[in-house]
């Protein structure tokens, strides 16, 4: 079964500052897909970003991009020019490709101060 | 993204009583749905896979009696929390499978048990 791990305690953040979340994962799988959600206190879960097992390129998409390094089992996130909208929990998730389930990490708490 | 709606977005019950929750893809069809639950401050778990026209898998521990799933259109999957007890008390979020990989996530469902 897959494992996704994400140790880093909760973090301040200047506003406007990058940051940077780690997440790193456990399969024997090959063919497997990473995914960035962030939670705000609302509880909604909003997809930020995916990357796929194979892709060469780190995925990008906006502010967010995914630092992918397949031969260390990590997929972390880098936020650049954070806001203050950016407080929220986020969760690093990998689904193994033909099966539907996603397995999330336990979340890393960021909070932006001005 | 494509939306997806959770209703009620929380509601209080007393003990024994039985609750409804329904998910809804508004702008798309889905024939995979997933129900999961999170706890304060922990991170999601997969309770559930909603297929539509076919019976519900259910994830080892879940009670598929207690938590009964029924997802009969293309755009609606419903959990029913039946005989709810305090412990059922958490937060209940469903997502929608689009394409191959990117699951987006309903606003979620507070059910807060007496």
């Known amino acids: 079964a897959q494992k996704i791990t994400q140790t880093q305690p909760g973090m301040f953040v200047q506003e406007k500052e990058a940051v940077t979340l780690d997440c790193t994962y456990d399969?024997?799988?090959?063919?497997?897909?990473l995914f960035w959600y962030k939670q705000p206190s609302s509880g909604e879960m909003i997809f930020l970003i995916y990357?796929?097992?194979?892709?060469?390129q780190n995925a990008t998409e906006g502010r967010y991009s995914l630092n992918f390094q397949k031969a260390r089992k990590s997929a972390n996130l880098v936020i650049s020019a954070s806001q203050l909208g950016d407080s929220a929990m986020y969760f690093c998730?990998?689904?193994?490709?033909?099966?539907?389930?996603?397995?999330f990490g336990k979340g890393n708490q960021v909070v932006v101060i001005p | 993204g494509a939306v997806v709606s959770q209703h009620p977005s929380r509601v209080i019950c007393k003990s024994g009583t039985s609750v409804k929750i329904e998910c809804r893809s508004l702008?798309?069809?889905?024939?995979?749905m997933f129900w999961y639950r999170q706890f304060p401050k922990q991170s999601l778990m997969l309770m559930a896979t909603?297929?539509?026209?076919?019976?519900?898998?259910?994830e080892q521990g879940v009670e598929k009696d207690k938590f009964l799933i029924n997802h009969a259109s293309l755009t609606l999957s419903t959990l029913t929390v039946t005989s709810a007890h305090p412990e059922d008390s958490s937060f209940y979020i469903c997502?929608?499978?689009?394409?191959?990989?990117?699951?987006?996530f309903g606003p979620g469902t507070r059910l807060l048990v007496l």
């Open positions: 702008d798309f069809q889905a024939t995979t």
């Open positions: 997502s929608a499978k689009v394409g191959v990989e990117t699951q987006y």
């Open positions: 998730a990998m689904r193994i490709y033909g099966n539907n389930r996603l397995a």
């Open positions: 909603s297929n539509e026209g076919s019976k519900a898998t259910y």
């Open positions: 399969t024997s799988d090959q063919s497997y897909g």
């Open positions: 990357q796929g097992s194979y892709d060469e």
